[in-house]
């Protein structure tokens, strides 16, 4: 499922795999009641999609997987103040296990995936003035399970991910004054499954994910001013398919994932 922390504090849980199959339900958390209240259901059921908050307080679900098990390019929009969902524009491409970042123009790229018969490396863009997307430059590799990272001079960096040679180590980034990529330096491991924080300088966490077969507990930064990456402590646990979160102090808060075919619970925080 996702999670979006919406203008008003609140949290929008959507969509996930439930008991019974793939779900339409959505659920908000008042963070000032600690309760849990059902909202509109979204038009579709789905899972493996994404979530944007839109700088008018509108959350974007695109894609995922549907009833049919096959991947999806239906997208709609909540809204907050009527609890309702409302179905915009399709992507051009079916997918999941995407990327979709807000850009500081607003508008919405959505990155890679998996598409239909293949992974892909297209990309799209959602103008929330007229719920058009339109198709932008394709990354460098076809990938799918990678992260994107927005940067503060505006540029969106990707990382690793599952490509046609199978795992991958490779960066690029999007340039969207151009709309073009632009590959930059390699990670130092081939990863999935991993996340991606930027840090209060503006460098970029990148943590665990996926190796060629196994787990891993490794910690490089990518330092956009060089394209460099640094290799930084390992952490205490291997793990994939984890979350990171950067808190206030600057820490960065990694929770739960798996290792191997095992679902974790420990926690630990990593102090740039």
């Known amino acids: 499922h996702t999670a979006s922390v919406l203008s008003n504090g609140k949290v929008l849980v959507a969509g996930g795999y439930g008991e019974d199959g793939l779900l339409a339900s959505a659920e908000l958390y008042d963070p000032m009641t600690g309760i849990w209240t059902l909202t509109g259901n979204m038009n579709y059921n789905r899972y493996r999609h994404t979530t944007s908050v839109l700088f008018d307080g509108r959350v974007l ?91 503060s001079d505006g540029k969106l960096l990707v990382t690793g991910g599952v490509g046609s040679s199978w795992y991958m180590n490779s960066a690029e980034s999007y340039d969207p004054s151009t709309g073009i990529w632009s590959t930059t330096d390699a990670m130092n491991y081939f990863r999935k499954g991993h996340t991606a924080s930027v840090l209060d300088d503006d460098t970029v966490l990148v943590v665990d994910g996926s190796g060629w077969c196994e787990g891993m507990n490794t910690a490089e930064i990518y330092d956009p001013s060089t394209h460099e990456w640094i290799n930084t402590a390992n952490g205490n646990q291997e793990r994939h398919e984890h979350s990171a979160t950067v808190l206030s102090d600057g820490m960065v808060l990694i929770t739960g994932g798996r290792f191997g075919s095992a679902c974790l619970n420990s926690a630990e925080l990593y102090q740039p």
């Open 61 to 151: 679900v695109a894609g995922g997987v549907d009833l049919s098990y096959s991947r999806s390019n239906t997208v709609e929009l909540y809204d907050e103040t009527t609890g309702l969902w409302t179905v915009t524009g399709n992507m051009n491409d079916n997918r999941d296990d995407h990327t979709a970042s807000v850009l500081s123009d607003g508008k919405i790229l959505v990155a890679g995936g998996y598409g239909l018969n293949s992974t892909l490396a297209s990309a799209e863009l959602y103008n929330p003035m007229t719920g058009i997307w339109t198709l932008t430059g394709n990354m460098s590799s076809t990938r799918y399970q990678h992260t994107a990272s927005l940067l």
